[in-house]
């Protein structure tokens, strides 16, 4: 078995309850619940040779075949964080090639996957190491430590539906890594998730700066016991599948999550006219035929569009017929099944 060098692939997804705001060590201040993708994910290879230089981490980082010093610094330090849990980058250098399934100017480049598979791999060569199987308690871990990476990435490791962050109504719910939502209602399988890109520039004020943001908000300890209410309310909406509480949830607390950055007290507003269109013609398409469809946002322009499969035909000539003025481009995207390992 070829122990030192292993290949992961980890999907983004997409919340529906929003993480914003932090403390401590990533440490969301609410819990959050989302939709693991499919076609959207990163693709790590992670590959062990010996050390040539004495630094504590020895990390030579590939973004799509060329080397990125900036995304690079950002896995090292995160490396040397947490190097307690990867003993063998004492004695050995890595080598990281990291791919996205999609475009990479398509505005959705997202940490989430990225990070998930980087722990992943990692922790999957520490495993190897010590002859141990990757057992549930496997993935836990490997969500702790995507979290430490980035908050949104402990969310990844798991098919269809997770949830991270401290809920009293959760059992099993934790600030340090998230789990699966199982009990799923048969109308919420199969959700398709369509990502219009509005915009494909890199954000004016990043996720982290956001975040830090919700530290002096006028509206955080509201937004917070808000969010928290809402996951528990949305895994019972998630068991029970009742659509129009899916769809009132996921629409509101998208527009909570650009209303907070919008009030933050540097105020700050990354939706697009494009965004805006996208969304009031959404609503009327639904109004006037009575199709469960809705949108939701991430930190920026892009509308991601959200419907169960069977609908995929009505909904999907809307987007090409009545939205395709307010987008650049349509990523078609779905439910999916969590981190992949490739046998290399
Ligand atoms: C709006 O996970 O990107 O997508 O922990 O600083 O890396 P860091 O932040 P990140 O924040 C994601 C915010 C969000 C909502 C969400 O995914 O829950």
Same mark, same amino acid.
């Given at each position: 078995m070829n122990t030192t060098k292993v290949t992961w692939t980890c999907p983004s997804n997409i919340a529906i309850v929003k993480y914003w705001g932090k403390k401590g060590?990533?440490?969301?201040?609410n819990s959050s619940l989302s939709l693991t993708l499919s076609n959207s994910f990163t693709q790590v290879e992670a590959e062990l040779s010996a050390k040539t230089?004495?630094?504590?981490v020895q990390l030579t980082y590939y973004f799509e075949g060329e080397i990125n010093e900036k995304f690079g610094q950002r896995v090292a330090k995160f490396l040397i964080d947490n190097r307690e849990f990867f003993p063998f980058l004492s004695e050995n250098a890595l080598t990281i090639h990291s791919s996205n399934?999609?475009?990479?100017?398509?505005?959705?480049?997202?940490s989430a996957s990225a990070f998930g598979a980087i722990s992943l791999a990692l922790l999957d060569i520490a495993y190897t190491l010590e002859n141990?199987?990757?057992?549930d308690e496997f993935y836990a871990k490997a969500s702790y430590l995507a979290r430490l990476g980035?908050?949104?990435?402990?969310?990844?490791?798991?098919?269809?539906y997770a949830m991270w962050g401290e809920n009293?109504?959760?059992?099993?719910?934790?600030n340090e890594y998230a789990i699966e939502v199982k009990n799923i209602h048969p109308t919420f399988r199969n959700m398709k998730d369509a990502i219009l890109i509005v915009e494909d520039e890199? $954000?004016?004020?990043s996720s982290s700066v956001g975040h830090s943001?919700?530290?002096?908000?006028?509206y955080a300890e509201n937004r917070f016991i808000q969010a928290i209410d809402r996951t528990s309310e949305l895994v019972e909406i998630l068991k029970t599948g009742n659509m129009e509480a899916f769809i009132h949830m996921c629409e509101s607390e998208a527009l909570t999550l650009h209303a907070m950055m919008m009030t933050s007290m540097d105020y700050y507003l990354l939706v697009k006219p494009g965004t805006i269109t996208a969304i009031e013609r959404l609503i009327e398409f639904r109004k006037e035929n009575n199709i469960p469809v809705c949108f939701t946002l991430d930190a920026g322009p892009n509308v991601h569009v959200l419907y169960p499969k069977a609908f995929e035909k009505q909904v999907e000539d809307f987007i090409q017929n009545?939205?395709?003025?307010?987008? $650049?481009n349509v990523i078609y995207d779905m439910e999916g099944n969590g981190p992949k390992k490739l046998n290399n």
């Open positions: 060590n990533q440490i969301p201040c230089a004495d630094d504590l399934s999609f475009p990479h100017s398509a505005g959705i480049a997202s141990k199987e990757l057992d980035s908050g949104s990435a402990s969310r990844s490791m798991f098919p269809g009293d109504k959760i059992s099993n719910s934790s890199p $954000k004016k004020v943001l919700m530290n002096n908000h006028p009545e939205l395709s003025d307010t987008y $650049k």
